[in-house]
Nanobody, 124 residues
Framework: QVQLVESGGRLVQAGDSLRLSCVGSGRFFSNYAVGWFRQAPGSEREFVATMTRGTGTAYYADSVKGRFTISRDNVKNAVYLQMFSLKPEDTAAYYC?????????????????WGQGTQVTVYW
């Protein structure tokens, strides 16, 4: 069982930057593929970014490419999402997810574990 705890979400103005953190449990955390998703009210949970197991290659949704960066610190069992140039349409609950055996976490069906989410709200 892997537990994930996100933090860092808050109310920010459009154009601001924000970094989300996700800390995971377990001594094998560094072996997992990790990802970030988001869900706005009335919408389905959507993919934001993932980092593959092994090579650590990052992939992004087109809507955040060039503005968001995913990274990880395997010593701290942590995954981060650095967000720049935030827009009101980025407003959502952001979730961290991991896959124990998959290469990446680029859709909701690939995730084995989820965090509880952290709310990001962007206003003009």
């Amino acid at each position: 069982q892997v537990q994930l705890v996100e933090s860092g979400g808050r109310l920010v103005q459009a154009g601001d930057s924000l970094r989300l953190s996700c800390v995971g449990s377990g001594r094998f955390f560094s072996n997992y593929a990790v990802g970030w998703f988001r869900q706005a009210p009335g919408s389905e949970r959507e993919f934001v970014a993932t980092m593959t197991r092994g090579t650590g290659t990052a992939y992004y949704a087109d809507s955040v490419k060039g503005r968001f960066t995913i990274s990880r610190d395997n010593v701290k069992n942590a995954v981060y999402l650095q967000m720049f140039s935030l827009k009101p349409e980025d407003t959502a609950a952001y979730y961290c997810a991991v896959s124990e055996w998959g290469t990446s976490v680029s859709n909701v069906h690939e995730a084995d574990y989820w965090g509880q989410g952290t709310q990001v709200t962007v206003y003009w």
